[in-house]
């Protein structure tokens, strides 16, 4: 069976993203703008390609059968400033 594919928005250091590749998702694409984060997430996961940049300056996205996103919840958390 071919193996299903995902591309990942806010992707950090990539903990969705392994977890996500663990259970056989091919996470082909993935984006964060943080350069320590990438740094991270390549050592992780090194055959995904990671593309460091703001999301709102990326037109194109890959096809893919999955969409994972894990965006910032600062303004939304408890723990944090709860501004929304
Ligand atoms: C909750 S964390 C992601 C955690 C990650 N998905 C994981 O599984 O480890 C949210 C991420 O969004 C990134 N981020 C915030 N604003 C962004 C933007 N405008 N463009 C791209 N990434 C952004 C942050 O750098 C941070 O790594």
Sequence with gaps: MP???AISLFSGCGGFDYGASLSGIDVIWANDIDHVAASA???LL???EFVI????TIKLFPFADILIGCYPCTGF???ARRKW
């Design 53 to 56: 940049a703001d999301v709102r």
């Design 46 to 48: 090194p055959g995904t």
């Design 3 to 5: 193996k299903l594919t």
């Design 77 to 79: 958390s408890i723990a």
């Design 41 to 43: 997430y390549r050592s």
